[in-house]
């Protein structure tokens, strides 16, 4: 793995984000909030440059959370199998978007976490709740790190 991108490093600046993650392939993407809860996510087929806006299908997607709200040991939650057409979207616009789980917009913020929308959700937990909305993050997630890499 190669760090690509840093928001630290770099700006939290989507403009920035695609200049040096578009057309690179494979990424992880590992990122912390402000009250230090880490998470993320993989695609094997990354970001493409262009004024493109579009769903891209990838069944080998997952969302991950290493840090979270409910102090939950580390897992894995893949892209679900009815919305592995919607596992990643291209959007020249904004940051990384997953799904409808995770959306970034232009100063890399999220808007909107609906964990559980396109990927799978840890067991006890029901899609559409609140619980689901705030595992990753909590509830007014800032992000002070987003941290991209090419594989």
């Known amino acids: 793995m190669k760090l690509g991108f840093s928001a630290k490093r770099d700006g939290f ?38 004024k493109e806006d579009r769903w891209t299908a990838d069944s080998k997607a997952f969302l991950f959370s290493i840090k979270n709200p409910k102090n939950d040991r580390p897992q894995k ?8 057409q919607h596992a990643i979207r291209y959007a020249y616009d904004r940051g990384p978007i997953f799904g409808g789980d995770i959306k970034l917009v232009q100063n890399l913020q999220p808007y909107g976490m609906f964990f559980g929308n396109s990927y799978t959700l840890p067991k006890g937990i029901s899609s559409g709740t609140e619980e689901a909305f705030d595992y990753l993050a909590g509830s007014s ?11």
């Open 77 to 84: 939650f893949p892209v679900r199998k009815s919305s592995q």
């Open 141 to 151: 997630p800032k992000i002070t790190e987003l941290e991209t890499f090419f594989i």
């Open 13 to 50: 600046d989507y403009k920035k984000w695609h200049n040096i993650c578009d057309d690179k392939g494979k990424t992880l993407i590992i990122i912390q909030t402000k009250d230090n809860f880490i998470f993320g996510g993989f695609t094997q087929f990354g970001w493409i440059s262009g």
